[in-house]
């Protein structure tokens, strides 16, 4: 099964940048969709951020769209989330997710009753703090 290790997390200032990345172990990521979750303090439902569709166009969630990106780097396995003029609300534990199926990648922005089971494998996540 394939493993996903996220990295980059940190404490950054409002307006600043951060790029997350996804390492995935025991396999590629070829054919594979990969979705964007953050999970804020408090309680807060976990929210699909993003989807990376495979050879395909990316999918964002309203509040980050114009600030996020995403892209892949396959020679590395590795995927990534890029954040820039970053705002407090935006603080929270970021997962990443891989799943076979664009549909329910796509379907995953946004929402915030995506189930783990819904997607193959699941990264520990990597913790975002936006705060001057």
């Known amino acids: 099964q394939l493993q996903l290790v996220e990295s980059g997390g940190g404490l950054v200032q409002p307006g600043g940048s951060l790029r997350l990345s996804c390492a995935t172990s025991g396999g590629t990521l070829d054919d594979l969709q990969i979705g964007w979750f953050r999970q804020a303090p408090g309680g807060k439902e976990r929210e699909g951020v993003s989807c990376d569709i495979y050879g395909g166009d990316p999918y964002f969630t309203n509040s980050v769209k114009g600030r996020f990106t995403v892209s892949r780097d396959n020679s590395k396995n590795t995927a990534y989330l890029q954040m820039d003029s970053l705002k407090p609300e935006d603080s929270a534990v970021y997962f990443c997710?891989?799943?076979?199926?664009?549909?329910?990648?796509?379907?995953?922005?946004?929402?915030?009753?995506?189930?783990?089971?819904?997607?193959?494998?699941w990264g520990q996540g990597t913790q975002v703090t936006v705060s001057s």
């Open positions: 997710a891989v799943t076979w199926s664009p549909n329910i990648c796509r379907g995953s922005v946004g929402r915030t009753d995506v189930e783990n089971k819904s997607f193959d494998s």
